[in-house]
C-alpha cells in the first residue's frame, strides 16, 4: 500500500488565520467535557504511536506537533514528556470528495407569458451545463487527554477544503492554524482574557 503525503494539507487550516492562500477559511469546532477540572492539568506530552499512519508528510506533522507543544507552552503548561498531566494527540484526515454546480441558460424570445412572440412560444431555448469539480477535504483534529484517567477532556477540529495552492511559510501557517483551533483551550481561557 502506498502512502501519499499531503503537504498542502495546511492550506486548510492556514486561510483563516493568513487571510491568503485557499479559497475558504478553517471551520473550526470544539468540544469538552464540562465535568473535567481544567485548573488541575500543569504538565502535558505529545502523543506518540508508532502504529499511527499519517496523512501529512513528516515535515508537516513535525510542524504540528512543534506547533501544539509552542501553544500549550504559551497558554501556561509545561512539557513532561516523563509523567505528564495530559496527552496531547493530533490526527489528520484527507478524504477525496466533488462539488457538483449547474448552470442555465435561456436564449431567446417568446413563452407563453409573453403572447407576442412568434409561435406561441416557440423560439425559447435553454442550455444547461453541469460542472464536476474533484477535491480534497482536511481536518485536522488535537485531542486533549486526561493522562491519569486516559479519557478525553477536550477536542478541537479544524477542517477545510484543500486547493493546489502554493504556500511560502509553512511553519507560520501550521502554527497559525493550530492556535485558531486550540483558541478555546483550556475552557474558559479565551473568555478570561
Known sequence: MRKTSYPLLFCLLIAAAAGTGCTSSVKVTTDYDRA????????????????????????????????????MIKKGFTENTSSPDLLVNAVTIVKNKQSISSTTNYYGYGGYYRPYAWGGGMGVTGNTTYNVDDY??????IDVVDAAGKKLIWQGTGNKEIDNKDY??????????????????????????
Not at 507560520?172 to 478570561?192: D, H, L, N, R, Y
Open 136 to 141: 480534497k477535504d482536511g481536518s485536522l483534529i
Open 36 to 71: 473535567a477540572n481544567f485548573s488541575q492539568y500543569k504538565t502535558f506530552a505529545i502523543y506518540k504511536d508508532d502504529a499511527k499512519t499519517d496523512n501529512v508528510s513528516q515535515l508537516n506533522s513535525g510542524r504540528i506537533e512543534n506547533a501544539i507543544k509552542a501553544e
Open 168 to 193: 511560502k511559510d509553512p511553519d507560520k501557517m501550521i502554527s497559525e492554524a493550530v492556535t485558531k483551533i486550540m483558541a478555546s483551550f483550556p475552557p474558559g481561557a479565551a473568555a478570561a482574557k
